[in-house]
């Protein structure tokens, strides 16, 4: 190879994405769709497993995609404006974070509540957005979070709460983005889709945008073992961040899914460790939910020659504090 020879095909490189970028949040989705050879080569499947890597996503998971879609919705109804509305939402996950560049971006103050114990890393970056973080007593769960919230929007004029448990722009945004791009990228060669299950947002979205194409795709949610509601099982507590609230959320419409799968914590965290180590992909705990869950569909003879997408919702890194990192 020379150096006048200025082509990305020669790496093997992702194209030029031919445009410029007037805000982040233009940046929003678009994730690629990877194949995981090794760990399929291991498993000896027939069919093939691929995973949408939603940490490409520019604040690093599939929540970019509701935070931006929640506050544009809004605006459009005339309910937010941009240096007056304050918003607020109790979240100790990847959505605070979300709403943290958005609201940077798009110039709103951002009140944050959450659990005081949630992870150092989260706070400080949102902080380092400008967001405004208050805690509340960790005895009290996600429960003091929310009315915390409650209080501050009822103090606060002109303030607004996204409320993604129950938010039409949640499923919304993955009917309209997540699941055509599922569908562009594999050329309508989908027969499965798997997607952890936390408002439901996502499975929600995809599997009723992907049964509009063809009516024979399968989408099936993901809920820990552990806290097994939609399968009938009490709350529990469990330690696959951004899945399995509790409850079921108005979000998740579980009569366009096909079915909702179970994986413990254990098997979370061996498939994101096995995907990093056989194939260089270092996915977060849920995503190694969904890819065990895709997994073991894959085995099954009736699915020899199909093909399964398993959402990998965020990056290892973003866990660094838990125990998929335990004993490195
Ligand atoms: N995994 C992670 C890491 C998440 O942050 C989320 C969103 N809470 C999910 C899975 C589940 O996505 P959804 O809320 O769309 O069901």
Same mark, same amino acid.
């Given at each position: 190879?020379?150096?006048?020879?200025?082509?990305? *095909?020669?790496?093997?490189?992702?194209?030029?994405?031919?445009?410029?970028?007037?805000?982040?949040t233009?940046?929003?989705?678009?994730?690629?769709?990877?194949?995981?050879?090794?760990?399929?080569?291991?498993?000896? %499947?027939?069919? =093939?497993?691929?995973?949408?890597?939603?940490?490409?996503?520019?604040?690093?998971?599939?929540?970019d995609?509701i935070g931006t879609a929640m506050v544009l919705a809004a605006e459009k109804e005339?309910r937010i404006?941009p240096?007056?509305t304050?918003l607020?939402e109790?979240?100790?996950?990847?959505?605070?974070?979300s709403l943290a560049f958005v609201a940077?971006a798009r110039g709103y103050?951002l009140?944050?509540?959450?659990? *005081?114990?949630?992870?150092?890393? =989260?706070?400080?970056?949102?902080?380092?957005?400008?967001?405004?973080?208050?805690?509340?007593?960790?005895?009290?769960?996600?429960?003091?979070?929310?009315?915390?919230?409650?209080?501050?929007?009822? @103090?606060?004029?002109?303030?607004w709460?996204p409320?993604?448990?129950?938010n039409?722009a949640?499923?919304?945004v993955?009917?309209?983005?997540?699941?055509? *791009?599922?569908?562009?990228?594999?050329?309508?060669?989908?027969?499965?889709?798997?997607?952890?299950?936390?408002?439901?947002?996502?499975?929600?979205?995809?599997? *009723?945008?992907?049964?509009?194409?063809?009516?024979?795709?399968?989408?099936?949610?993901?809920?820990?073992? @552990?806290?097994?509601?939609?399968?009938?099982? @009490?709350?529990?507590?469990?330690?696959?961040?951004?899945?399995?609230?509790?409850?079921?959320?108005?979000?998740?419409?579980?009569?366009? %899914?096909?079915?909702?799968?179970?994986?413990?914590? =254990?098997?979370?965290?061996?498939?994101?460790?096995?995907?990093?180590? %056989?194939?260089?992909?270092?996915?977060?705990?849920?995503?190694?939910?969904?890819?065990?869950?895709?997994?073991?569909?894959?085995?099954?003879? @009736?699915?020899?020659?199909?093909?399964?997408?398993?959402?990998?919702?965020?990056?290892?890194?973003?866990?660094?504090?838990?125990? %998929?990192?335990?004993?490195?």
């Open positions: 190879m020379t150096a006048s020879d200025l082509s990305g *095909e020669t790496y093997g490189f992702a194209a030029p994405r031919g445009r410029v970028y007037d805000s982040i233009n940046v929003v989705g678009g994730t690629p769709l990877v194949a995981i050879p090794h760990q399929s080569e291991e498993d000896e %499947l027939t069919a =093939r497993v691929l995973l949408k890597l939603e940490f490409f996503n520019p604040l690093g998971s599939v929540k995609r005339g404006t240096g007056r304050v607020v109790p979240t100790s996950g990847n959505t605070g974070i940077a103050r009140v944050v509540t959450m659990p *005081e114990g949630a992870s150092i890393e =989260r706070r400080r970056m949102l902080r380092l957005m400008d967001a405004q973080v208050e805690l509340t007593p960790a005895r009290m769960g996600m429960a003091g979070a929310i009315a915390r919230a409650n209080e501050i929007l009822n @103090e606060t004029p002109d303030a709460m409320d993604q448990f129950d039409d949640n499923p919304a993955h009917a309209a983005t997540t699941a055509q *791009e599922i569908w562009v990228d594999t050329a309508g060669k989908v027969d499965v889709v798997v997607a952890g299950v936390g408002t439901g947002g996502t499975a929600t979205g995809i599997a *009723e945008a992907l049964k509009k194409h063809r009516k024979d795709i399968q989408v099936f949610g993901v809920e820990p073992a @552990e806290s097994a509601i939609l399968n009938g099982d @009490e709350p529990g507590p469990h330690g696959i961040q951004g899945i399995g609230p509790g409850f079921c959320p108005a979000t998740l419409h579980t009569k366009s %899914l096909n079915g909702v799968l179970t994986v413990s914590e =254990r098997e979370a965290i061996a498939a994101a460790r096995r995907c990093a180590r %056989l194939d260089g992909i270092p996915v977060g705990i849920s995503s190694g939910a969904a890819l065990h869950a895709a997994l073991q569909l894959a085995k099954k003879p @009736e699915y020899a020659g199909k093909t399964i997408v398993a959402i990998a919702p965020s990056f290892a890194e973003r866990y660094l504090s838990t125990s %998929l990192f335990n004993g490195l």
